[in-house]
């Protein structure tokens, strides 16, 4: 579970509670993409869906099914919605969309409603993790789940993407956080090159 979400925060740019609260309803396997809700902004956007991750992401909420439906066996019938969408949507909880990609292992009872379901993955689980596959990789230097969004960033416009299509890959409202997460000179792309450097035989000016 844990490859999957490292591989989605890399490949799609989700931030680790995005990640996190990723809903089965918002993947979008046929059409490649991701729904990425109630990011920072209150703003939803739509990002890439990884093939690399298809196949795992596939038997992954085949196992949060399963999950899904021992929970509704059992009496437990509640998912965790905003306010606005569990007025809008009463009967969530009974529907395989609105439940967890990656739901915890046990379930437990929220503080504020009293309420005994299932929850996402916590975020000090996730955390650990990849402590644990930086140990296991070698990495020595320091990292966070972050990191990985950063990388994704990077690489796309390393491979030509232009500015204002990470920014909104990214949901970021100004494009000036999205250059802080570039770590290449974004003035002078790699894949551009001199007019001079187009000449065949310069040499024979002389």
């Known amino acids: 579970m844990h490859r999957i979400m490292f591989l989605l925060m890399y490949g799609s740019g989700l931030r680790h509670k995005e990640c996190r609260r990723l809903r089965i ?44 439906h021992q929970d509704l066996e059992e009496g437990y019938d509640k998912v965790y919605l905003p306010f606005a969408l569990a007025r809008k949507y009463p009967n969530a909880g009974r529907e395989i969309g609105w439940r967890w990609v990656f739901p915890s292992r046990q379930r437990a009872r929220d503080r504020r409603s009293g309420i005994v379901w299932r929850h996402h993955i916590a975020e000090q689980q996730f955390a650990n993790a990849l402590s644990t596959a930086q140990r296991a990789a070698g990495i020595t230097k320091n990292g966070v789940p972050h990191s990985l969004r950063h990388s994704f960033a990077t690489h796309l416009v390393e491979d030509g993407t232009d500015l204002p299509t990470v920014q909104k890959l990214m949901g970021h409202r100004d494009i000036e956080t999205t250059m802080n997460y570039v770590h290449v000179d974004v003035g002078i792309n790699s894949r551009v090159r001199s007019p001079a450097d187009r000449l065949g035989g310069a040499d024979q000016l002389e």
Do not use: N, S, Y
């Open 25 to 68: 309803k918002d993947v979008w396997f046929d059409e490649g993409r991701l729904l990425v809700r109630d990011g920072k902004g209150q703003k939803d956007r739509m990002t890439f869906l990884p093939k690399e991750v298809v196949p795992d992401l596939q038997r992954q909420i085949a196992w949060a099914t399963q999950r899904h």
